[in-house]
């Protein structure tokens, strides 16, 4: 078959998950990576919905964090649906610390990945000051099994979150979407890096500002 924008459309309604479509038809998921449409053809895949989440697949997703923190970032839905199953004393993950504060923005490079249309790949992310962002490195490293390397790791206060949003805004979207941590990698140019470093350093000025 030749697999054109319809077609893999077509193709990609089979399945309910992008893992699903990568692993039952996987030329016609590659083609829709290499035409930049994989995320057109997969919007009807409501990953984290009410509807998906079984007492299965949020055990399952749960068991690849360490931090409630983390889980409840990326799936809050899937949290929240525990409740409603009676399962979440089940979900037996670790506290960032009394009192923590997601204060803390880290760039990660990932150094095993093929670059994107001049682009290198990097993971954008929030932590908090108590914890090690060398931890969350070797989390990411361990539960993919990539090679990553620490670009910048800056506490800015409790803005951090709303600084994650706007550098996710910068690049690509990374390819490597149903890895651990996948909706935060993002392909950036050497502009967009820097860019995203000065946005760092204006909020960290700010915050100190603030502070005083």
Same mark, same amino acid.
């Given at each position: 078959?030749? #697999?054109?924008?319809?077609? =893999?459309?077509?193709?990609?309604?089979?399945?309910?998950? %992008?893992?699903?479509?990568? /692993?039952?038809?996987?030329?016609?998921?590659?083609?829709?990576?290499?035409? @930049? =449409?994989?995320?057109?053809?997969?919007?009807?895949?409501?990953?984290?919905?009410?509807?998906? #989440?079984?007492?299965?697949?949020? &055990?399952?997703?749960?068991?690849?964090?360490?931090? &409630?923190?983390?889980? %409840? %970032?990326?799936?809050?839905?899937? &949290?929240?649906?525990?409740?409603?199953? *009676?399962?979440?004393?089940?979900?037996?993950? /670790?506290?960032?610390?009394?009192?923590?504060?997601? @204060?803390?923005?880290?760039?990660?490079?990932?150094?095993?990945?093929?670059?994107?249309?001049?682009?290198?790949?990097? /993971?954008? *992310? +929030?932590?908090?000051?108590?914890?090690?962002?060398?931890?969350?490195?070797?989390?990411?490293?361990?539960?993919?099994? =990539?090679?990553?390397?620490? !670009?910048?790791?800056?506490? +800015?206060?409790?803005?951090?979150?709303?600084?994650?949003? =706007?550098?996710?805004?910068?690049?690509?979207?990374?390819?490597?979407?149903?890895?651990?941590? *996948?909706?935060?990698?993002?392909?950036?140019?050497?502009?967009?890096?820097?860019?995203? &470093?000065? !946005?760092?350093?204006?909020?960290?000025?700010?915050?100190?500002?603030?502070?005083?």
């Amino acid at each position: 078959m030749k #697999w054109t924008k319809e077609t =893999i459309a077509l193709e990609a309604k089979k399945y309910l998950t %992008r893992t699903d479509f990568s /692993k039952g038809s996987n030329v016609a998921y590659k083609k829709a990576l290499e035409l @930049d =449409i994989l995320d057109n053809v997969c919007r009807h895949i409501r990953l984290g919905s009410h509807q998906e #989440w079984t007492k299965e697949s949020i &055990l399952l997703y749960a068991s690849h964090y360490e931090y &409630l923190s983390d889980f %409840r %970032r990326d799936y809050p839905t899937a &949290l929240a649906k525990s409740v409603q199953l *009676g399962i979440r004393d089940q979900i037996k993950l /670790k506290q960032a610390g009394k009192g923590a504060v997601l @204060d803390t923005i880290y760039i990660f490079k990932q150094l095993d990945s093929k670059p994107y249309k001049g682009c290198e790949l990097f /993971k954008i *992310g +929030v932590s908090s000051s108590k914890r090690r962002v060398e931890g969350r490195k070797e989390e990411l490293e361990k539960k993919n099994k =990539i090679k990553l390397e620490i !670009i910048t790791s800056c506490i +800015v206060g409790k803005n951090a979150p709303k600084l994650e949003v =706007i550098l996710l805004q910068l690049g690509v979207k990374g390819k490597e979407y149903n890895i651990y941590g *996948g909706s935060e990698f993002r392909y950036l140019s050497l502009n967009e890096l820097d860019k995203a &470093l000065e !946005i760092i350093t204006l909020f960290k000025k700010i915050g100190d500002i603030l502070s005083k």
